[in-house]
């Protein structure tokens, strides 16, 4: 059984940092991209960032290019998503998730390619 649990969250001022950690547990980790989304209130869920299996390469939603950065520490069942100049609208539930396929050629923003999802950790960042 495949377990993710986010942890991380928490309230910042605009212009402030949060590193959010997703600790994997179950399966085999270093074979599979590691996606975050996040979703705000009455929003769909959306891509944040992706990095796939071997750590080598990232990909990033438009909101995340230059301010967030995804890493990922194979030894630790571990993928990371640091977040610096924090802005309101980046306020949501932040969920980390694994690629259903084992390791894909390429990368998927598309949320329906992530099948194993932890719970969420809420960022709220007030301005």
């Known amino acids: 059984q495949v377990q993710l649990v986010e942890s991380g969250g928490g309230l910042v001022q605009a212009g402030g940092s949060l590193r959010l950690s997703c600790a994997v547990s179950?399966?085999?980790?270093?074979?599979?991209?590691m996606g975050w989304f996040r979703q705000a209130p009455g929003k769909e869920r959306e891509f944040v960032a992706t990095?796939?299996?071997?750590?080598?390469?990232?990909y990033y939603g438009d909101p995340a290019k230059g301010r967030f950065t995804i890493s990922r520490d194979n030894a630790k069942n571990t993928v990371y998503l640091q977040m610096t100049s924090l802005k309101p609208e980046d306020t949501g539930v932040y969920f980390c998730?694994?690629?259903?396929?084992?390791?894909?050629?390429?990368?998927?923003?598309?949320?329906?390619?992530?099948?194993?999802w932890g719970q969420g950790t809420q960022v709220t960042v007030s301005s």
């Open positions: 998730a694994r690629d259903r396929n084992m390791r894909r050629f390429g990368y998927s923003a598309i949320k329906e390619d992530y099948d194993y």
């Open positions: 990095i796939i299996w071997s750590g080598g390469r990232a």
């Open positions: 179950g399966g085999t980790f270093s074979r599979y991209a």
